[in-house]
């Protein structure tokens, strides 16, 4: 079994759960996070990305000439 998101006073209510045989029921995936969070956001929720980003801008010239050079590719998709 594997315990996540663990503070120091969750660590010693996990470890003095084992020690006298009754540790955190498991979930369908495993424990449940150990700090209340219930899905991937932070215990803050969303903080971020509250809209889709914009995509990368593209050169649309960039191709022009109708080639394309393999070892350039990464540098052309905005690596």
């Known amino acids: 079994d594997y315990y996540e998101c663990l503070t120091p006073k969750t660590t010693v209510d996990l470890l003095e759960a084992c020690k006298v045989g009754n540790p955190p029921a498991m979930g369908k995936w495993g424990s449940l996070p150990m700090n ?23 050169d649309e010239s960039r191709f022009s ?8 590719v990464k540098a052309h998709m905005s690596y």
């Open 36 to 58: 209340g969070q219930v899905s991937c956001e932070g215990p803050l929720g969303k903080t971020s990305l509250f809209e889709p980003p914009l995509p990368p801008k593209i």
């Open 65 to 72: 000439e109708g080639k394309v050079d393999p070892a350039s």
